[in-house]
């Protein structure tokens, strides 16, 4: 080969065959050459390979489309297939397109990982690592839902709460008065509210509250030999009802009150 010490200045093209190589540094630091299937760049000794430019740009072969680009003091954009999917910004990145995590892995939020999304294969999950709170906003300062490590989920209206879980059931609130409303969107539809004890082993432990369809009647029930039985019947406009054992033996009247039986 050649040793050249000091500057050499070459006018036209250095043409050298496969796996022959330039060799940069005292000993042989920096390597460049094509071995025949690929063309290399090489960092073989100390200290790091650095490219100072104002700008840098890495195209394809044929010069026709980006592939890398960027700017002092500016961006660094990645391209795919001469389409700009990533780019760095002045307050953090910016992706243009979809960002796929695969099964078992997560998108991890927080300097110590502490937020988490994440799909196993077959659920989807959010996860808090350590004793801190979720909270999903609707808008800036606003709280929408917030869940607690080892404690409540909370439900808020226009950032007051509304409604949270407690150790032994749920709590609904309101500054003024409060409301719980059970709405059936259907034509004459009937919504109830059921009320379950002793953990529903048979039939006496179930009883509900029930609107009647067009909302004539307000019923109080309890469920009995396959079916449910009135207790107390409130129509509107009209009497109040009392039963026994599903049979009618008591009610109001615009004149007072009837009484059947013995």
């Excluded at 404690?151 to 309101?174: F, P």
Aim: aromatic content about 8%; overall charge negative; some cysteine.
């Amino acid at each position: 080969g050649t040793i050249t010490t000091g500057h050499s200045v070459i006018h036209g093209n250095i043409s050298m065959a496969d796996s022959y190589k330039i060799k940069l540094g005292s000993s042989d630091d920096l390597l460049i050459f094509h071995d025949g299937s690929g063309s290399y760049i090489q960092d073989t000794g100390t200290g790091q390979l650095r490219i100072d430019a104002s700008a840098f740009e890495v195209m394809n072969a044929a010069d026709t489309e980006y592939i890398i680009k960027a700017a002092e003091n500016g961006s660094v954009e990645l391209y795919h297939d001469n389409t700009k999917r990533f780019e760095t910004t002045n307050e953090g990145a910016q992706v243009t397109g979809q960002l796929d995590v695969l099964d078992n892995y997560s998108l991890r939020l927080g300097n110590g990982g502490d937020f988490k999304i994440y799909h196993d294969g077959s659920n989807n999950e959010i996860r808090s690592n350590g004793a801190k709170n979720i909270y999903i906003r609707p808008k800036d300062a606003e709280i929408g839902i917030c869940a607690i490590p080892d404690g409540a989920i909370e439900l808020y209206y226009d950032n007051a709460k509304k409604l949270e879980t407690k150790s032994n059931g749920v709590r609904v609130s309101s500054s003024a008065d409060t409301e719980f409303e059970v709405k059936s969107t259907g034509q004459d539809g009937a919504p109830s509210i059921l009320f379950v004890s002793d953990n529903a082993d048979d039939n006496a432990d179930n009883w509900r509250l029930r609107a009647d369809g067009g909302g004539t009647a307000f019923t109080i029930q309890n469920y009995a030999d396959a079916a449910w039985e009135t207790n107390i019947e409130c129509n509107e406009s009209g009497n109040v009802e009392l039963y026994h054992n599903n049979v009618k033996t008591f009610n109001t009247a615009s004149t007072g009150i009837e009484v059947r039986g013995p």
